[in-house]
């Protein structure tokens, strides 16, 4: 995520920011990626402190927008988890942007949220025909935490969830085309497999002992749309891990130059291997403060292979180039 300009004077912003540091209110224009000072604020700004730019007066952002149910505020915490789910919505439909996902002139469905509030029992997340279901509890540090040992996760988080799901709804989009469901099966394999029997049997039995070998995530062999998923929130994940690095001012021998763009970056591989040695030096300077690794992951050569396929296909962008 790249670090912008203030319209109102000296310094920088960050993403999430409502207002600059004299207090002068600004909103995020997805389209223009910028801040801007006076433009027609989000619905959304008082209730849950969405900070992006409406179209209009009194409507809401594109964001909100495509959240067609929200949880029931009645329910506990119900608004605060609310509003940090949009928050890691805003960012990766932004991180998509740059590839043209999801903006005017993107002439395909967009993603449609439910956004619920959990009762007796989990919220089932998911996608289904564009519909993009997440559970807004897992906002919560200590449920996040349960369920990732539970399942024995090395890393669960709110953006990593939407990444995730959001993924399925491309795979969905694409599938559209003929030759990219060749493509895709020749990769990842035939995902007309019985997906419910597949995780029947991942969770009654676990991963293939090798699953290291073809896999970023033990989740990822349960069934081809897993691996997609897993592997396209995986990209994402080190594509912005390399452009937040660059937008910080730190720099690295790997990186091209200060003017360097990951999301213009053709070359998948060059980028995969650019932002897999950040992720090394950064996991180590978490250990020096007690903190888990960002990135606790292992890229092998069959995962990479994944990762630069999902590029090429995602970084067509939404116009399908």
Sequence with gaps: MRIFANPAGAGSLWFDNLATADGTPVAYDPQARAFLPTPPFCVNRERIGCNWAAPKSGAFCR?????????????????????????????VLDNLGRWNWFRPEDSGAPPVFHLLAEGPTPVLMGHAKGVVTISVAEVDPVLLTVRREALHEPYRTMIGHMRHEIAHMLWWRLSLREDFIKAFRAMFGDERIDYPAALRYHYENGPPADWKRYYLTSYASAHPHEDWAETTAHLLHLTDIADSFVATGLTSPRIPDSGWDPYSEPDARRLIHIAATITVGVNHVNRCMGLSDIYPFVLSDHARGKLAFVHNWLRRGALGL
């Design 63 to 91: 964001s909100c927008a495509m959240t067609a149910l929200a949880p029931d505020p009645s329910s506990p915490n119900a608004i605060h988890n609310w509003a940090q789910t949009e928050a890691a919505k805003r960012w």
